[in-house]
């Protein structure tokens, strides 16, 4: 397996826990999702929304290396890690849905060659960085599994099935 077919397959497996995680949500009320739990961004509701935040600021920063801009360009840049873009799951689930879909359509760009890129760009603490494709991806879905990783204890917590996270249940893709 190639290395680029790693991150083809992360982008798929994040699509669906993240289609799997939303729908869970959907069981809650508005209060419960926005209710402080303990959670790094306070509420469910904050970590989904701090997910959709960091994911656009990627998919932006990494749109310099595939052309993508024209699928970002309708969406927000966002100023703060922890800024609102959705007020419930009925708003989260197809934005959530759409950058899932960019993801999965984005890693399929991928070539062989492309494990020597370096993705150049300003951190939102303004620092200008550079770093390694192939770790940029790693961070992107390793930060999506942390969080939801606290999302399914806070799911746990009221009493919501939200199904098997494992990656060896991933059903096969035209399942998904």
Known sequence: MSWSDHYRRYARYNRWQNRQLTTACAQL??????????????????SWNHLLVTDLLWLKRLAQIFPILEELRDLPTPTALDQTLVHDV????????????????WCDLLRADDIHAVLQYTSSAGEDRSQPLDRVLQHLFNH??????????ALSQHGVDYGVTDLLFMPAEDDL
């Open 90 to 105: 009925p708003q989260l689930q197809p934005l959530r849905a759409r950058l899932d879909d960019l993801m999965i359509r």
């Open 144 to 153: 999506q599994t942390h969080h939801r990783g606290q999302i399914t204890a």
């Open 29 to 46: 009320s508005s209060e419960q999702l926005a209710a402080p739990c303990g959670l790094f961004f306070g509420s469910l509701l904050g």
